[in-house]
């Protein structure tokens, strides 16, 4: 165990997917340790390197949280179940639970994905007793499924891709990769409610500034353009 690395916390880690860099989330406690979604498939060995990179052997996962079925975020979710000693547990949205068990096909395309067993259907607002408390946030929009996940003791959302950055900069979502833009906005006006410090975007990293006035901006800005 790393000495300059706290009991508690949760870390971004950055990862390369094929031409771009995806961040899935790490966070962990005395007991467990919590990945928020694996990338595409084959990439088991890079997020064994990148765990490791933290301190952290795979062998240590204890839970893996599905921010949503697209294929950038479940896509080594069947290798890493694999890979485990401890049968890691699977969470994800009751929404999303239909697709990650392979009962009925991908929203984009018509595959289905490898049948995987979630342990866990979580809820709106329930709060996971993971890395000192981590609240669901349901956010669909992008997808019918999507949620984020608010990391109480240190006030950071996990968006998934509910959310989007660039250079440190929160931005809405991604236009043409999410489904439902009414939804997805609703669901961005929703954060509001929440004191956040910090905002991990799966495709755009951290922003740690001005996130009030940037989520209060998005959600005007397309009120107004909409009358
Ligand atoms: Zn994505």
Redesign the pocket.
């Known amino acids: 165990m790393s000495m300059s690395r706290p009991n508690t916390g949760i870390k971004a880690i950055e990862m390369q997917m094929g031409s771009f860099i995806?961040y899935p989330t790490l966070l962990w406690d005395e007991q467990n340790l919590v990945l928020v979604d694996t990338g595409i498939p084959g990439q088991l060995d890079k997020i064994r390197r990148l765990l490791e990179a933290e301190g952290f052997g795979i062998d240590q996962l204890t839970h893996i949280i599905i921010t949503?079925q697209?294929s950038?975020?479940i896509g080594s979710l069947p290798e890493l179940i694999q890979a485990s000693v401890e049968e890691v547990k699977v969470l994800a949205h009751e929404e999303a639970v239909p697709y990650l068990t392979g009962a009925i096909p991908l929203i984009r395309g018509t595959t289905f994905a490898p049948s995987v067993h979630v342990h866990t259907a979580l809820k709106d607002r329930d709060i996971l007793p993971l890395a000192g408390g981590i609240q669901v946030v349901f956010t669909p929009g992008h997808t019918p499924d999507h949620m984020s996940l608010y990391h109480i003791p240190t006030q950071t959302l996990i968006a998934?891709?509910a959310l989007n950055a660039k250079d440190g900069k929160l931005l809405s979502f991604n236009d043409y990769?999410t489904l439902d833009h009414p939804t997805a906005l609703k669901s961005i006006a929703k954060l509001l409610e929440l004191d956040i410090k910090k905002v991990i975007t799966?495709?755009g990293n951290e922003v740690t500034h001005g996130i009030k006035e940037s989520l209060l901006k998005i959600v005007n800005a397309t009120i107004n353009t909409s009358l």
């Open positions: 995806v949503h697209d950038d975020h998934g891709d990769y799966y495709h």
